[in-house]
């Protein structure tokens, strides 16, 4: 039974064969490593009107409902993706939930949700003219590198939170008149909706666990982040794929793809543990789409015997020096190290 469903979600985690690329997918950025962002345009409708007389502010919006959910927050290959949306809030139901059945992107089939971000973005729909969004993309690359910092650890909650807060910002700079904001919690629920709360005083702020699923435009902001995801997993897997195709030709390549597929990115999921360990460089590992601070890595790395050994200075010899000597060397005692920042003291027998 456990095994079952453990297969049920890994199929729902992974890509449809032909995901919808969507406007928050940049094909260079996603290949150099780089996190980034994306928001859509906002309708004109969710705009302030401008008043007749110049001297007085603009008049607001419509009063919106905000969401914010994340996808990809446990693989071991991939971004992580924060998505947020909005809409008015009498449309929250009847459009999100009523006619178009948005609900938590993880009991959506891939297809579903491909298809729910196509929709979002096509010009002319309700779903476009009526509704906004914005993704939070964070890369594998800076994941890892901020949470293996010796100082400091920026761990992901950390960042997370840090995501969140910038995407909400972005969308108020964009004079969209945002009242009510629903966030899925990390960690505590209550903490983090009154931080939230001092941050923007203006809204009504509601943290709660499994958002995705109370909430409808949790739910929107939750299939935004999922599909951009999936998108950026095909993306850097066809950086693979495409140089073996010109190696060994399309015709033998076409036979192997699905078996050589790193499939959801989740550790769980034995096609990416598999790819791993097949395309796993002896020196570097692997490219920019790894979390080297992840275990299942770092494992690999260290203690399956397949990486290539670096012979370290053996401690005490005197011709060698370890690099870490120059930042934590033990401070000479009874030394004042103010007072002797240009020398050291000297007796009176000197003179």
Sequence with gaps: MADSQMDESVALETPASEVFIAPSINHDLLLTGASYTHFSEVPPSLLPTPNPDLKEAPEPGPPCALGVDEAGRGPVLGPMVYGLFYLPLPLSDPLLRNTHHFDD?????????????????????????????????????????????????????????????????????????????????????????????????????????????????????SVCAKVTRDAALEVLYESYVAPAKETDGDEEMSGTKEEETWGSGYPSDARCTNWLKRNMDPVFGWGNECRFSWGTAKDMLDTQNTAAKVEWPIDGDEDTSRLTDYFSAEKEKDIDELGSWFGHSVGTEIF
């Design 105 to 221: 992107s993880k009991v959506l089939t891939p297809i579903v949700r491909s298809n729910l971000m196509e929709k979002l973005c096509t010009p002319e729909t309700d779903l476009y003219t009526q509704c906004g969004w914005a993704v939070d993309v964070m890369s594998a690359r800076d994941i890892g590198a901020n949470m293996m910092k010796p100082a400091a650890t920026y761990n992901l909650n950390a960042q997370a939170m840090d995501a969140t807060i910038a995407l909400i910002h972005g969308v108020f700079k964009r004079g969209v008149n945002v009242k009510e904001i629903f966030i899925d919690t990390i960690g505590n629920p209550a903490t983090y909706q009154a931080k939230l709360e001092k941050i923007f005083p203006t809204a009504q702020v509601t943290v709660a666990k499994k958002a995705d699923s109370l909430y409808p435009c949790v739910s929107a902001a």
